[in-house]
């Protein structure tokens, strides 16, 4: 049998339950939903989580379309995905919990506390659960309210995650070295000697019924790509025609007014020091200031939302400092 909170699943066969963590003021349970589909055949445990933040559900479509399309009879190993890790975000559609602002970010306080604040006390219920089962986890994030992200991986650079990062197939070549090594799901995968890897798809601006449905699709074919490369399922793995590995630099708005990013600008193509990636203009539509390649590199997120403050994220950038080739 394969156990996760209150769902269990006997080989070859998948089942839902929950992860309970305590109750809410109200009475009802704050617990996060699960389902487990365990292969007729030994084999590693992949584990998802989706919606680490609340204002992020491109992962719960991607976990959906996997367990839609997953046969446990035929599978060697087994599938575990959460498709709302933090609900009371999920349901606000925030970052965190907003009735928790003492651990409002839940991909900042990994591995949690079993006597903290709420949200660490989540966070440490999961990381039990991650801990004792997964073999690989892969943690689905996005640019949530405030910005867009292309295909973009955070790993650590042991070579075992390189290789997790590189399953995920064609559509994903860009591999950054992970900026939260402390804090997070895949923080606790690499404390226990195991690999996890953050990936980013979608935002605000992507949320048209296309776009919305593509970015859910190719985030469902990663991780049915890393069944393939892991031989949980049947199939001939893809992967792309070369990885480039890099370090984030998250570009801050330097004044308060309109975002206005170079119409021209196309994600994950190569860009030159000091190439203007944006301007912010006033209420008049007179300059306040430009954002400007701060490195050569690329881009692989933006701003969504064209209102902007000083100090809000604008723009995702990528000082590329490698390139892995197809083994
Ligand atoms: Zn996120």
Not at 76 to 83: A, D, K, N
Not at 165 to 184: E, V
Not at 298 to 321: H, K, M, S
Request: with cysteine; hydrophobic share 40%.
């Amino acid at each position: 049998m394969l156990t996760v909170g209150t769902a269990s699943a006997a080989p070859g066969e998948r089942a839902r339950g929950v992860i309970p963590v305590t109750n809410l003021p109200g009475g009802r349970p704050l617990e996060i939903p699960v389902i487990v589909i365990n292969g007729s055949q030994p084999g590693p445990c992949v584990w998802v989580d989706a919606v680490i933040h609340g204002d992020e559900p491109e992962g719960t479509l991607a976990c959906h379309l996997v367990n839609a399309e997953l046969d446990p009879a035929a599978m060697r190993g087994s599938v575990v995905l959460v498709p709302v890790l933090n609900v009371p975000a999920y349901e606000a559609a925030q970052r965190g919990n907003p009735l928790d602002t003492f651990s409002y970010d839940l991909n900042r306080i990994y591995p949690g506390k079993a006597d903290g604040y709420l949200t660490e006390r989540l966070a440490f219920t999961h990381s039990q659960w991650l801990r004792d089962v997964a073999t690989y986890e892969i943690s689905i994030h996005s640019g949530g309210a405030h910005s867009y992200l292309s295909e973009t991986i955070f790993a650590t650079t042991d070579e075992k995650a390189i290789e997790l990062a590189q399953a995920m197939g064609k559509d994903w070549g860009l591999i950054l070295k992970s900026f939260l090594p402390k804090g997070s799901p895949p923080a606790v995968m690499y404390e226990a000697g195991k690999q996890g890897i953050t990936v980013e798809l979608g935002g605000r601006s992507a949320t048209s019924p296309a776009d919305f449905a593509r970015c859910g699709r190719v985030l469902a074919d990663g991780i049915l790509n890393v069944l393939r490369h892991y031989e949980v399922i049947d199939g001939a793995p893809t992967y792309a025609p070369r990885w480039l590995t890099g370090v984030q630099h998250a570009l801050l708005a330097p004044a308060s007014g309109l975002f206005l990013a170079e119409p021209s600008l196309q994600f994950q193509q190569p860009m030159h020091k000091g190439d203007r990636i944006a301007r912010i203009v006033d209420v008049y539509g007179d300059l306040l200031a430009e954002i400007c390649a701060p490195v050569d590199g690329l881009i692989f997120g933006l701003r969504a939302l064209p209102n902007v403050q000083t100090g809000d994220w604008c723009c995702f950038y990528a000082e590329i400092q490698g390139e892995l080739a197809q083994v």
